[in-house]
Every structure is written in structure tokens, then in C-alpha cells.
């Protein structure tokens, strides 16, 4: 049987950043391989600075300056595979409607029925003539969302997208992210420093060193998701991973629940 080609396969042996004049630089990222499957819902869980952001930009094509390699699978016509990015911040051109916003990725001849039947699937049907500055924090982030899966992404990137938000806020991002998923199958690497958050939402957790960032360990989630919303089967999970990988994880996320 012929081996099966992974979704995303990274080997960065590399990247550092030049300081000032005469200091030594600072190494970023050295020896991290990951390999991810088709499909595969994935959350990097590392401590904050360690380079999770980084290495989403290396995958992305955002940063070329490392030594190694960044493999992604092709699609099936052979065409490059498509990768969509949900940053830390929505980066909504302010002077664009919430439509327009989303239409820009898109081919023109498509734009219009994408970005209505996706506006419809994050709840803001009625948001297309919306102006960034007229959204709430919630509102722009499901906008990023949406113009992120817009394009059928083969991978998609999603750097700590729920942070800064209210709990009530944040339970309603990851539920209509993983509705989305399920309907529009794709391979998923979520960068976070919250273990619960990992835990509900991901097939298996990767966690990362302080920097210089590799992989120090690995955790797959074997609890159905249906299972996994706030209550105490979840707190159980991270206690129970905690206990297990305490070593590891100590040094890889460190925020309590929320």
C-alpha cells in the first residue's frame, strides 16, 4: 500500500532573528518537524513567545528566511494547495463593506454567491453593507472566519484567533468554527497557549519548547467532541493530560481554564 501523503509536512532546522549590531541573533525556531494529516484538526499549544506565530508564517509562505523545508500536499488537479489564514486580529480593511472584505479574495465571476452563502453560515446574513469600524469585536472575527474559509482552503491557519474575547463570546467561535469544519472539511493547525481550548477543539495536540521552539510531545484527543463542551468532562480532560504529561506541558502552556 502506498504510503499516504500528508496535508502539511514541516522541517524547520532554522530561523533566527538578527538583533542589533554585533549581538548574537536570537534562534527562534531550531529541529521542529511536524507532519499533519488530510483532514486533521491540529492545535500547537506552546508557551507565549515561543514562535507558534512564526512557524504559521513560514507554513503560509509569509517568511522565507529559515533553513529548511515546507511541503504541502497539491490538490487533486495538481494545482497548489490553498491555504487560508486567520490572524490574532481580523486585518478588515476598514474602508471596505464586510461583503467587499471577504469578495477580495475571491474570483469575481464566483464572489457575490460565496460571500452571501458564507455570510449566512457565521450568522451575519444582514452584515454585508457593514463597515469594519461598524462590527463588534465578535462580529469582525466571524467575518475573518468566514473570508477564510471562503476560498475552500486545503489548510488552514489559525493563530490564537479567540483571544481577547469574553468567555460567552469565545464558547460561541469555537462551536461555529467547528460547525464550519464539519461542513466544509479541511486540514486545520490552530495555534494556542490554552490548554482547554486545545483540548476541545483538536484530533491531537503538538506541543512546542520555549525557544528555541521544537516539538516535545504529542496528545491525541480521544474524547468524542460531543463531549467536550464546559462542564466537568472537559476540566477532567486537562487535568487528566496534565497529570500524564505534566513534564512536558509544564513548560509548553501554562494558562488556566476559561
Same mark, same amino acid.
Given at each position: 500500500?502506498?504510503?499516504?501523503?500528508?496535508?502539511?509536512?514541516?522541517?524547520?532546522?532554522?530561523?533566527?532573528?538578527?538583533?542589533?549590531?554585533?549581538?548574537?541573533?536570537?534562534?527562534?525556531?531550531?529541529?521542529?518537524?511536524?507532519?499533519?494529516?488530510?483532514?486533521?484538526?491540529?492545535?500547537?499549544?506552546?508557551?507565549?513567545?515561543?514562535?507558534?506565530?512564526?512557524?504559521?508564517?513560514?507554513?503560509?509562505?509569509?517568511?522565507?528566511?529559515?533553513?529548511?523545508?515546507?511541503?504541502?500536499?497539491?490538490?487533486?488537479?495538481?494545482?497548489?494547495?490553498?491555504?487560508?489564514?486567520?490572524?490574532?486580529?481580523?486585518?478588515?480593511?476598514?474602508?471596505?463593506?464586510?461583503?467587499?472584505?471577504?469578495?477580495?479574495?475571491?474570483?469575481?465571476? @464566483? +464572489?457575490? $454567491? %460565496?460571500?452571501? !452563502?458564507? =455570510?449566512?453560515?457565521?450568522?451575519?446574513?444582514?452584515?454585508? &453593507?457593514?463597515?469594519?469600524?461598524?462590527?463588534?469585536?465578535?462580529?469582525?472575527?466571524?467575518?475573518?472566519?468566514? @473570508? +477564510?474559509? $471562503? %476560498?475552500?482552503? !486545503?489548510? =488552514?491557519?489559525?493563530?490564537?484567533?479567540?483571544?481577547?474575547? &469574553?468567555?460567552?463570546?469565545?464558547?460561541?467561535?469555537?462551536?461555529?468554527?467547528?460547525?464550519?469544519?464539519?461542513? @466544509?472539511?479541511?486540514?486545520?493547525?490552530?495555534?494556542?497557549?490554552?490548554?482547554?481550548?486545545?483540548?476541545?477543539?483538536? &484530533?491531537?495536540?503538538?506541543?512546542?519548547?520555549?525557544?528555541?521552539?521544537?516539538?516535545?510531545?504529542?496528545?491525541?484527543?480521544?474524547?468524542?467532541?460531543?463531549?467536550?463542551?464546559?462542564?466537568?468532562?472537559?476540566?477532567?480532560?486537562?487535568?487528566?493530560?496534565?497529570?500524564?504529561?505534566?513534564?512536558?506541558?509544564?513548560?509548553?502552556?501554562?494558562?488556566?481554564?476559561?
Amino acid at each position: 500500500m502506498a504510503a499516504v501523503t500528508p496535508a502539511l509536512h514541516a522541517d524547520i532546522r532554522d530561523k533566527r532573528y538578527a538583533r542589533a549590531r554585533g549581538a548574537q541573533s536570537h534562534i527562534a525556531l531550531a529541529g521542529l518537524s511536524l507532519e499533519i494529516a488530510a483532514g486533521e484538526l491540529v492545535a500547537l499549544v506552546g508557551p507565549s513567545g515561543c514562535g507558534k506565530t512564526t512557524f504559521l508564517n513560514i507554513v503560509a509562505g509569509l517568511d522565507r528566511d529559515y533553513v529548511g523545508e515546507v511541503r504541502l500536499a497539491a490538490r487533486p488537479d495538481g494545482c497548489p494547495a490553498r491555504v487560508g489564514y486567520v490572524f490574532q486580529e481580523p486585518r478588515l480593511l476598514p474602508w471596505r463593506t464586510v461583503h467587499e472584505n471577504i469578495a477580495l479574495v475571491l474570483p469575481p465571476d @464566483r +464572489a457575490d $454567491a %460565496i460571500v452571501r !452563502d458564507m =455570510l449566512t453560515a457565521v450568522g451575519l446574513a444582514g452584515a454585508h &453593507d457593514l463597515y469594519p469600524p461598524q462590527l463588534s469585536v465578535g462580529m469582525s472575527r466571524r467575518v475573518a472566519i468566514a @473570508r +477564510a474559509f $471562503a %476560498i475552500e482552503p !486545503d489548510l =488552514l491557519l489559525m493563530d490564537e484567533p479567540f483571544v481577547s474575547l &469574553d468567555h460567552d463570546t469565545v464558547e460561541q467561535l469555537r462551536e461555529l468554527l467547528l460547525k464550519l469544519w464539519r461542513a @466544509r472539511p479541511t486540514t486545520v493547525l490552530f495555534v494556542t497557549h490554552d490548554l482547554r481550548e486545545a483540548l476541545m477543539l483538536a &484530533d491531537r495536540l503538538v506541543l512546542l519548547s520555549a525557544p528555541p521552539a521544537h516539538v516535545v510531545g504529542e496528545v491525541p484527543v480521544s474524547l468524542a467532541r460531543s463531549r467536550r463542551h464546559s462542564g466537568p468532562e472537559i476540566e477532567l480532560l486537562r487535568d487528566e493530560v496534565l497529570r500524564q504529561h505534566r513534564e512536558l506541558i509544564g513548560s509548553a502552556a501554562t494558562s488556566a481554564p476559561r
